[in-house]
């Protein structure tokens, strides 16, 4: 059983996510998270330095529950399938948030990575390491025929991220999944991605 | 010659859209325009109702720039030419600021959709706008056999939009020219992008 310390801290860090989500990490004070958890502004330092170590946590956490997401999604019988399994999970997820919050990591990337070097470093490195685990199935899928072997893996990777980001950004100015969806599409045809694998090209 | 007033606007305006880009819209306070701009409150209120009013004046102003930029960048010989064009106006025009600042329509959608419908209504329009124009290139580009017509021009002009808006992120991220780089060339490869007319397509 979790100790009330324990559960003190997750709410903080629960309603923080929030708060950075919808307003922004540089417009969110203090202030706002002794309001929005009803604590006092002692109980918070008391848990955190202050903002700059609440923020950390709540990247870290949201760093741990993608990479579980991506293991989770990027799943399949073969690797096209984990491909587009990953597609289909990632809209999901966002349809269910009925596009609103996005992606944490686009949010902060466009947020801090002028302002911000240190927050800017562990974001890329979520990048980084998103676009190298696709690229892994990007690259087996290459092997078997499952997407176009006529760009780098890395590459292809890169540029799936990317539009995934994207069509995220248009997905929530339009509350609807239309962008998003239309985007996953496109990149399914254009990577020339097969749910089969094509036994000749092995 | 500009009046006294119409400099000190548009000196407020200019400050203000550096803060919003660097800080984020929510973040920027009044008193931060005053002290950036060393003018007195009064003065701000005498040109602006208020931070709503500067930020629909800043967010017109960049949409302006930007269908000018559009117009001039998405021009060439035959409409691949177009494209490819506007593909390398943007890069530079991203190089040219170090990466720092990136698009303030992505910027500001990631930071308003949630929170400020009208402000998300405007910048959704500036998306629908450039989708569109993109998207008169990507179809007369088909026509002349220079982008693979197996997919809507509408859905390729969307993912193009998409692709470059994550390209920034990830470029701004890395204050590198090399991920926005390689989207370019990943989407050119993907489009089938030619700047020599087929002929025999036509």
């Known amino acids: 059983m979790k100790s009330k310390g324990e559960l003190t801290r997750e709410k903080i860090l629960e309603v923080a ?41 709540v990247l870290s956490e949201a760093t741990a ?7 989770k999604s990027l799943s399949g019988e073969n690797p096209g399938e984990c491909i587009d399994n990953f597609f289909r999970c990632a809209l999901k997820k966002h349809l269910g948030t009925g596009f609103v919050g996005g992606c944490i990591f686009g949010n902060t990337a466009l947020e801090m990575s002028d302002s ?7 974001i890329d490195k979520v990048f980084d390491e ?4 696709v690229a892994v199935a990007v690259s087996n ?3 078997n025929g ?31 999944e239309r962008p998003m ?20 090209q092995q």
Not at 31 to 43: E, H, Y
Not at 117 to 122: D, H, I, K, T
Not at 149 to 176: C, F, N
Not at 182 to 200: H, P, V
């Open 130 to 133: 998103w676009i190298s685990r």
């Open 17 to 57: 996510r929030e708060l950075f989500n919808s307003k922004g990490f540089n417009a969110t004070t203090i202030r706002d998270l002794v309001a929005a958890t009803g604590m006092q502004k002692g109980s918070l330092y008391f848990h955190f330095e202050g903002k700059d170590a609440i923020a950390r946590e």
């Open 181 to 200: 969806k239309e985007c996953l599409e496109t990149l399914r045809i254009t990577l020339g991605l097969r749910n089969e694998i094509q036994n000749n």
């Open 146 to 176: 499952q997407i176009r072997a006529d760009i780098g893996s890395k590459a292809l990777a890169q540029y799936i991220v990317a539009t995934i980001e994207g069509g995220i950004m248009m997905s929530r100015l339009k509350k609807s």
């Open 65 to 71: 529950e993608f990479m579980d997401f991506l293991s």
């Open 141 to 143: 899928a290459q092997n």
């Open 116 to 122: 911000d070097p240190e927050f800017a470093g562990a």
